[in-house]
């Protein structure tokens, strides 16, 4: 796993070097931009699920007002479908190329709450339950990638990130006994997307 | 600078990779009961009076004189001025830990404490003395499981989480085992009634049915989960161990009437000759289900309640929910005479053929208990929307114990109890 990674930021050197022969500069540079992309999120074991059945399918939009091709500010909602639940992640967050390049790598960070939309009933514990709360909590999600402009400020997006996120469920049993599941997902995350 | 760009970005990948994998556990929260330990040096230095204070869990209760004194659980006892029923008040409360039965001659208040017997110097409630600690004089009521961190004196509820990998499986939401405890459920669970110790004095002295102390002439009788075991209290200062008569196990309670003793097992109710104080006979044992079971004499009949346990402790297993009535004309052998379903019934007093039966949660009822054979024709009263546990009647007083508090009715009409008074009990 971390030779691919290390082979593919290696790569987005290479591309830095063919930077340098472009011509029409096609990023861009003030306005609105909203990226959209689809991901799969994965990691080296699970403590809740086990591993390998442990991958993640993640839809992302990050909506932004840009102020120059380096910095843009904005919100960002998803989707990230576990196993086991699905939660929403809202965030606020800034991204930027790197480069005043039409291939051009580029960061993204972004910080918020994740909240649950569903989640599959697992309960197997054999007592009786009274109530089931979900929950999610903090998110965290910073990224690199490459931007390939293909026309005016739009562009084919490649990501390589990390997705902090925390999520519980709460049971409660008569007697006053409550189970609180807590679970923080470690990903890494690719996705594939586009911006414009 | 391009190049520092990449490579400050590969480092920090590199990093999150490291820090890549699911966490999870489980946070497993419950309350239960953990024991509180004391030292013996500080089991003896910490029995001593302190002002009054709200009563928070009631136990046992005796009456003497003017006074009523009522067992905080495992605390203590609150000493309360009742001359006026009506008003009555708190004066001073006795710290003694691990107490839960009491019973009082003269100025002398006796009262267990862990394993002890303690005779102390109540003339002035709101500053005690201890006359005479007997060691030993009664067995422990929980199991000692850790010596090296001192005695247990009770239990505490507390809340408790359990950090549990999610890999790990959780067998319980657990208790720790608890010795049962036949000491307390006398009257935590349970009953009293009225008994009159025959006292030295002529003062009123007065515990419950379901007391495991009683006063009778010069001895101080108090019963274990097995045995009874005599002290003499002619000089009432200086008690003395006198005598230990094995019975059998699940031994409740006990109760004099006139020359008999009536000891409540979980089995059944032993009857024993008191003739000679100093030496009680075994007469006979009237067996019933295994149920927790407070008695009252009155004339030739006893009455003995039997219930289930609802508080779901499973203490009295396979029991009945029935008030039995048992001709003892021949002490020898008791019969039943006839036996009345009940809801939960508990402690039990009666006066006169004026019965009053503590129905737990389901409240009082009061019956006419002239007609032996049509009981439950005769319910004068019900009283509801209360917990009754247990009953003391004196000289048309009732008093009362509830979750609630202590209740006092004059019982002199017999058309309708008239509330005198409440002290509320204040949770914790």
Redesign the interface.
């Known amino acids: 796993?971390?030779n691919i990674?290390?082979l593919a930021?290696f790569n987005?050197?290479a591309f830095?070097q063919l930077l340098a022969q472009e011509t029409k500069n096609l990023q861009k540079q003030k306005g609105f931009l909203s990226m959209n992309e689809i991901g799969v999120m994965?990691?080296?074991?699970?403590?809740?699920?086990g591993s390998p059945n442990?991958q993640a399918i993640s839809f992302h939009s990050f909506n932004a007002y840009q102020a120059a091709p380096a910095f843009a500010i904005g919100l960002g909602v998803g989707m990230d479908s576990y196993p086991d639940r699905v939660l929403m992640p809202l965030t606020i967050g800034f991204s930027g190329d790197?480069?005043k390049k039409n291939i051009t790598?580029f960061?993204r960070f972004l910080i918020g709450h994740g909240s649950v939309l569903t989640k599959k009933p697992t309960d197997n514990s054999g007592?009786p339950t009274q109530d089931i709360k979900l929950g999610g909590g903090l998110v965290v999600n910073?990224s690199?990638g490459l931007k390939v402009y293909i026309a005016e400020g739009k562009a084919f997006t490649l990501q390589?990130g990390?997705k902090f996120q925390e999520a519980f469920t709460e049971q409660s049993?008569r007697?006053?006994?409550?189970?609180?599941?807590?679970?923080?997902?470690?990903?890494?995350m690719f996705a594939i997307g586009f911006s414009f | 600078m391009k190049n520092l760009n990449f490579c400050f970005l590969l480092i920090i990948s590199l990093l999150l990779l490291d820090s890549c994998g699911d966490k999870c556990q489980n946070l497993i929260t419950y309350k239960t009961q953990v024991p509180v330990y004391m030292s013996k040096e500080q089991l003896a230095k910490s029995v001593s009076s302190i002002p009054a204070k709200a009563l928070t869990n009631t136990g046992k209760i005796w009456i003497y004189d003017k006074y009523l004194f009522v067992n905080e659980l495992n605390k203590g006892i609150h000493v309360i001025d009742n001359s006026n029923p009506n008003f009555p008040k708190s004066v001073s409360f006795i710290q003694i830990p691990a107490n839960v039965d009491l019973a009082v001659k003269g100025n002398v208040l006796y009262a267990d404490s862990h394993t002890n017997l303690l005779a102390i110097d109540i003339s002035n409630p709101l500053q005690i003395k201890i006359l005479e600690t007997i060691e030993n004089a009664i067995p422990p009521r929980y199991f000692q499981s850790d010596p090296s961190k001192g005695i247990i004196v009770d239990y505490e509820e507390k809340e408790i989480t359990e950090v549990v990998d999610c890999n790990q499986s959780y067998i319980g939401i657990g208790r720790p085992a608890i010795m049962e405890d036949f000491a307390v459920r006398g009257n935590a669970l349970g009953a009293q009634s009225n008994f009159a110790g025959k006292s030295a004095t002529s003062n009123v002295s007065k515990g419950g049915s379901m007391a495991r102390f009683a006063l009778y002439d010069n001895y101080l009788y108090t019963v274990n989960q097995s045995a009874l075991k005599l002290f003499d209290v002619k000089n009432p200062a200086k008690p003395t161990s006198a005598a230990n008569i094995e019975i059998g196990w699940g031994i409740e309670t006990i109760f004099p009437y006139k020359n008999n003793l009536f000891i409540g097992s979980m089995t059944g109710m032993h009857i024993f000759d008191n003739t000679n104080p100093s030496k009680p006979v075994l007469l006979s044992t009237y067996n019933h289900f295994t149920a927790c079971d407070p008695v009252v004499v009155e004339g030739d009949y006893a009455f003995v309640t039997l219930r289930t346990d609802e508080t779901g402790a499973n203490r009295c297993p396979r029991g009945v929910n029935v008030l039995d009535v048992v001709s003892i004309i021949n002490l020898r052998n008791p019969t039943l005479i006839k036996s009345y379903p009940m809801k939960n019934p508990h402690g039990l007093g009666i006066d006169n053929a004026d019965l009053f039966v503590c129905e737990g949660k389901h409240g009082l009822k009061r019956f006419d208990a002239t007609k032996l054979e049509a009981i439950d024709k005769n319910l004068l009263e019900h009283l509801e929307g209360f917990d009754a546990y247990d009953v003391i009647l004196n000289d048309k007083l009732l008093i009362m114990v509830g979750k609630d508090g202590i209740y006092q009715f004059d019982y002199s009409s017999k058309k309708e109890l008239k509330l005198l008074s409440l002290m509320k009990v204040v949770q914790d």
């Not at chain 1, 007697?175 to 890494?188: C, I, P």
Request: charged fraction near 15%.
């Open positions: 796993m971390k990674i290390i930021l987005l050197l830095n994965v990691s080296n074991e699970s403590a809740l699920y442990a790197f480069l790598p960061y007592f910073p690199i390589l990390y049993f007697g006053g006994s409550l189970n609180r599941q807590e679970v923080t997902f470690r990903r890494l």
